[in-house]
């Protein structure tokens, strides 16, 4: 059995993480007061004490405009908590995959982000997200018994998301707006957990051939999407299979028009290409990806009432 610690246990991820996990996954699943990444130092401890096959860093601080109000807790969560880490998993030799993000990047080209490109980001939880890399790395290069990561417009059928963000407005309001200047690949939890469990599952051959000389992936369901038109998606999904109840109206509008404590990139879809050859697998296009995520949405409404 691989003895695997899943931070973020309770999160949109990690229920995916748990609900998909291989047989030969002896799974440990701490909650936050068992593992607080508030308290680097506490999780480096505890870490020596369990000594794990693998660490999946699906935790973070994930409110985009909070963190701009609260840097100090951002960074340790974000950056500080993986640091540490790293560094006890170097004298345990076990391995990291450190979830990251699409927000690692301004968003000012027009074509796909690849993966050795310069981190350039623009808020708080970017650039926290951006250092917490930066930290693995640091620690970690030599042994490359790590993966980075990163990820973009993540929903699952559980917890807080763009997705249950959008039925929620659209259950108490008539009219809702949505932003349609910002670009992204939405992906659900389902896709991002296959990769994950994938990544563990090849890391012998992986590590056997050499393939591991730049450890940092993207994963992104196929296509893009604005965020508008993915409202629109979810609204038409969510109507046909009975998540939405009645006809309601989305309403474009600019970034410029919908203000916020931080700032968002404008274009952040990410390069894949090196995961899918790295895993020899096929992404889905999103909206398959979405379809498939709201069934199960709906399937855990009507068990919960």
Known sequence: MIKVLLTGASGQLGYSLIKTKPANINLI???RDELDLRKPKDCFNKIL??????????????SVDLAELNPEICFKINRDAPKYFAKALKITGGNLIQISTDYVFNGSQNYPYLTNQI??????????KAEGENEIQK?????????????????????????????NLLS????????????????????????????????????????????IYHWSDQGSS?????????????????????NKIINPIKSSEY???????????????????????????????????LLEKLKEKNLNN
């Not at 559980?158 to 997705?163: D, E």
């Not at 508008?228 to 109840?245: D, M, N, R, T, V």
Request: charged letters at 25%.
């Open 226 to 246: 604005s965020w508008y038109e993915l409202a629109l998606e979810i609204y038409s999904i969510g109507l046909k299979i009975g998540l939405i109840e009645k």
């Open 172 to 215: 108490k309001k008539e009219k809702i707006e949505v932003v349609s200047d910002q670009f992204g690949s939405p992906t659900t939890t389902t896709s991002l957990s296959k990769v994950i469990w994938e990544l563990i599952s090849k890391d012998t051959v992986i590590k056997k051939y050499n393939l591991n000389k730049f450890p």
């Open 29 to 31: 699943t701490p909650d």
């Open 119 to 128: 981190k350039t980001p623009i808020n708080i939880y970017g650039q926290s």
């Open 259 to 293: 203000k916020t404590d931080a700032k968002r990139p404008f274009f952040s879809i990410l390069d894949c290409n090196s995961t899918q050859k790295l895993l020899n697998i096929e992404r889905v296009p999103w909206k398959k990806s979405l379809h498939q995520m």
């Open 49 to 62: 004490n369990i000594k794990p096959d693998w660490i999946l860093n699906c935790a973070a601080y994930t």
């Open 139 to 167: 620690e970690m290069n030599n042994l490359k018994n790590y993966y980075i990561l990163r990820t973009s417009w993540l929903m699952g059928e559980k917890g807080k998301n763009f997705a249950s963000n959008i039925i």
